[in-house]
Each structure stands twice: as structure tokens, then as C-alpha cells.
């Protein structure tokens, strides 16, 4: 176990700063749970010396204090439910990509030349999940019946497929960015609390190209806490 050092902290910093995937408001929590984490001295890292088997030093307030260093503003009910709104927004999820509107067309064939595609916009699209993983994609078609048919019959299979292979979930492909740049036992419970439709799977790349901080607070399930 070694001490935390300012430069590893800097690091981070400077990681968190240049990193074009994390959201705006992301970004600041992070740094704020970072600063919080060096003014507070609960890196773990630095606690658990001496204490190997014992990794609960601190509450899990570090969690409202960040928040309320973004907005002092707040009073304390106030932090937990800033913390759990940003920390929620975070949580690993699977969302379905959309096509633009320019890529929205029409699943039908043409008769002459055979076989080609449709050119046309949709005037009715839905998702179809994929049967294998449960990936979700937008097919339409125009108003053509035969396109129309043939739309509604790949949406009928794409759903029957998924549901005969046991409905698989799709892995998360997006959030999870908090996760990726601190160690931190309780994250599948942090994540939970702060959002009910979060389910424990892999997070998405990218990886941060260097180790994360390790923060070491228990969780409470009490109140307003984690
Ligand atoms: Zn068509």
C-alpha cells in the first residue's frame, strides 16, 4: 500500500479534463469527488496501511460533499439528491443508437431492378431487437403494402427470435464514466441507489489509459445515502 500522491491526483485531473467522452456535468462532479478525496485524505490507499482486511474508512459522504462543492447553495438533503441525480445519470446502461433522419429508409425491395432497395423515407418504423444479443435497431418502410408487409414481418420475426433465445439483454454500451476513473468496492449498490433501472454488466470503452483512484467509503442504506 502506498500513499496517494498530489502528482496521482493531478493526473487524474489532467485525465478527466482531456477525456472527449464524459458529459459536462460528469466532468465537474469528478473533479469534485477528486478534490473532495485529496482535502479529505480518503484516498484508502493512504488509510488502509497497516489494515489490509479492512477496507471501510470514512462514510459515504464523500459522494455529498462533491456535490455540494458544485453547489454550496444546497442544503444537505439537497447534496444527496444532486449527488444521486448526477451519479444516476452515470449508471451503466445499453441505449439504442438512432438512425439520423437521412438514414431512415424504407427495409422493401424494388421490383425493377429486382431486388434493390427502396429508396424511399418511412411513414411507420419501429425497433427490432436483435435475437442474439437484444440490440436494438430501427427498421420502417414507406406506404408501399408490399414494403409495409415485408417491414412488419421482419419486426414480427426480430421480436419471436429474441423471445425464443430467452430474451437477452443487451450489454451496457454507455455511462459508467465515474466507474472507470476511481476503484470503488460498492459501485453496482452506488449505482442502484441513484437509479432504479440500473442492472450490474460490463462498462463500455473506452478505458482510461492509466490506474484510477481507489476510493474507499462504505455504503449506507438509510435515508437519503447510498
Ligand atoms: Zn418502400
Redesign the pocket.
Known sequence: MKTTSMAEFGDVVTRVMEDPNLPERTRQYLIAVVHEMRMQGVSGRSRLKGRPHQDITRGSEIWRDAAWLLNSDLDERGAWLSAKSIIGEDAPRYEMTFPTYDARF???TMLRPAGAP?K?RTTRSSSVPNPMTGELTMIG??N?PR?RAAFEAQHRDGWAGWRLNGEPTPANNTGGHLRRYMRYTHWDQLYAWANHRYQPGATPAPEPPRARLALVTPIRAKGSQP
Do not use: I, P, S, Y
Request: glycine content about 12%.
Open positions: 424504407c427495409v422493401g427502396c424511399r418502410a414507406c408501399d414494403h
